[in-house]
């Protein structure tokens, strides 16, 4: 099949449960690890507030719909279905997490995600357009880029 003429991607990325999980599995730790360092005990009353903060960016600016098409092209749509034209800068992926680097509206976004909220195959066609399609925004060839290094 052409790239050109494939149907889009289409995707929407929904805060992660799991992630959310994690933020306040690891304040436990956090907490211990504090209370026997040589940080005041005070200190401790600050942890809740960063963990509440991190918990909530999990979730900013998410759901989005992305519509990602065979020529390069990327949009998001909003709430009524309207589309705003996106570009998608990079992608990040460990293990099972990643993040997804926009920019919308002139502003950078980074769109977190996880293995609960991108099934593998999806995560792989994601994988495979930016690498057919980072060349577009930082005008290196994919044949010129070395395998596993994001060109963008």
Known sequence: MIRGVAPPLRL???PS?????????LSLPAALAIHLSTMPDPVLLVLPVLAWHAWRAIGRGVPIRLVLRGDGRASCL???GDERSVQPLSLHER?????????VDGRRRDVLWAADTLPRATRRE??????????LRSG??????T???PNA
């Open 12 to 14: 929407t990325l929904v």
């Open 17 to 25: 449960r799991a992630m959310r999980a994690v933020v306040p599995g």
């Open 78 to 80: 909003d709430g009524n």
């Open 95 to 103: 293990g099972p997490f990643g993040t997804l680097v926009l920019v």
């Open 126 to 135: 994601l994988r495979l357009w930016m690498r057919d399609h980072a060349h």
């Open 140 to 145: 290196v060839p994919p044949e010129a880029s």
């Open 147 to 149: 395998p596993g290094t």
